[in-house]
């Protein structure tokens, strides 16, 4: 069993959309999970449905959110306060120590986040390979395993299968009340028709086909 | 945010002019862009708490989307396809322009104070 997980992510909902499913699953085994957040998402284009946000009130919007999100996942939540859009010009080495600052404090068993380079979002794929570092820079007997998640559309032919498949229907409920913590960012996000969809599907059996599942791969050094 | 009344959004652009003022202009079509669609381009620019003055500032537009014109005295700045506005509690004028799904696509925002 694990000791105690650490998820990393740059946005507020990264979490929910991304590891909601596995976060509960081990906080159902009885699991302490702590998200280190990076941004509030600041730069967010969803404004809400019917919109109700601007450029300038989402952040505080979305800190809301977030703790609610946490709430809702029973985790508990640190915000690093990085800027949304501008993690990956940040100075990766300052980054991956104030990283493995809490990393070394909370000594994880688990670390999830971002696979750099497949993970679509350049603050995603920057923050990915950030706590990677971080990782990295402690001792390896000390290292925590590290899961990370690819997504981009080229990820399975260029990374080959994730070793790590949680099928998270059980806990698909639980995500879905995570998501949708996060109304401002939610209903676009999942009623959106993406080309390669069938136009018909229910939005619930949609978003099961699109969020049941969390994949990971298991960071080799 | 609410549909721009090009009145009154004029007078409170004018109210600027000639002010040493900060402003935010951006526009963006996400992060997401081409991995939902791959036939679609990520495009995305900022330029956050831009320190300048403007001698004339013009708003234009057909009812539904607007143009504003800031001319500088060495220069100009420039969005189209605004649509909303509302002045904040910060006394910040805020412009924005969003598509369908109610996202953001440009934004246009000019403050005494340096925005957060």
Known sequence: ?221 | MKPIEIDKVQEMLQEFENKEVYVHLETTNGAYASHINERAYNVGAYIRNAKLSFSKAKIVGNGRSYRVGLKTEIGWVYAEGLSDWVINEDKQLLLAGHDREGRLMVALEISEAPFK
Request: charged share 25%.
């Open chain 1, 1 to 221: 069993m694990e000791k105690h997980v650490v998820v990393i992510y740059p946005h507020p909902d990264d979490e929910a959309f991304g590891a909601a499913g596995t976060i509960a699953k081990f906080r159902n085994e009885g699991v302490p999970v702590t998200y280190l957040c990076g941004t509030l998402g600041e730069m967010g284009r969803n404004m809400g449905t019917p919109t109700y946000a601007n450029r300038e009130s989402l952040p505080g919007i979305r800190k809301k959110e977030l703790i609610k999100a946490c709430e809702v996942l029973d985790i508990d939540l640190e915000m690093l306060g990085y800027r949304d859009k501008t993690i990956e010009f940040e100075d990766r080495k300052e980054m991956a120590a104030n990283l493995k600052g809490y990393l070394d404090k909370i000594k994880p068993s688990l670390v999830i986040t971002h696979y750099p380079d497949y993970a679509v979002h350049p603050d995603h794929n920057a923050f990915g390979a950030a706590a990677i570092e971080a990782v990295a820079q402690m001792n390896p007997e000390n290292r925590p395993t590290i899961w990370a998640q690819a997504f981009s559309n080229n990820h399975l032919e260029a990374l080959g299968a994730p070793d790590i498949t949680n099928d998270i229907t059980p806990f698909f409920d639980k995500k879905l009340e995570a998501i949708l913590a996060h109304d401002s960012q939610a209903n676009v996000s999942l009623n959106l028709q993406r080309p390669n969809e069938d136009p018909a599907m229910d939005a619930k059996e949609r978003a099961k086909l699109r969020l049941g599942v969390e994949q990971f791969y298991t960071w080799e050094f």
